[in-house]
């Protein structure tokens, strides 16, 4: 399925959360591109694993791939697949909303 791309994510209070890059709503999965230049300072790589920890926290399931990753569609679509299978199974509940950009 298509996601909803720059989703503002909220959580169960109302609260901003964070914008993710794709949102499949129905399954509760984020994904999220990641370029790897941003990375050179461990303060960037830090404040990124705080907002995956905001967003997972909220029951969303987190898929992350870079360039790398997309060299093979097989690849990268059961790395999708695989997600969305992970997303709103067992007892599992929304505790989120979203808002596209």
Not at 38 to 66: I, N
Request: proline share 3%; charged share 35%; hydrophobic share 40%.
């Amino acid at each position: 399925p298509l996601p909803t791309l720059q989703a503002d994510v909220f959580d169960e209070a109302g609260r901003w959360v964070g914008r993710c890059d794709f949102l499949w709503e129905r399954f509760g999965v984020v994904g999220e591109a990641d370029g790897l230049t941003k990375y050179t300072d461990v303060s960037v790589l830090g404040a990124e694993k705080m907002r995956q920890e905001r967003l997972e926290r909220t029951g969303l399931t987190v898929v992350r791939w870079t360039a790398s990753d997309l060299r093979d569609r097989n690849q990268f679509s059961m790395l999708i697949r695989r997600a969305l299978d992970r997303g709103l199974g067992g007892d599992r509940r929304a505790r989120w909303a979203w808002r596209p950009l």
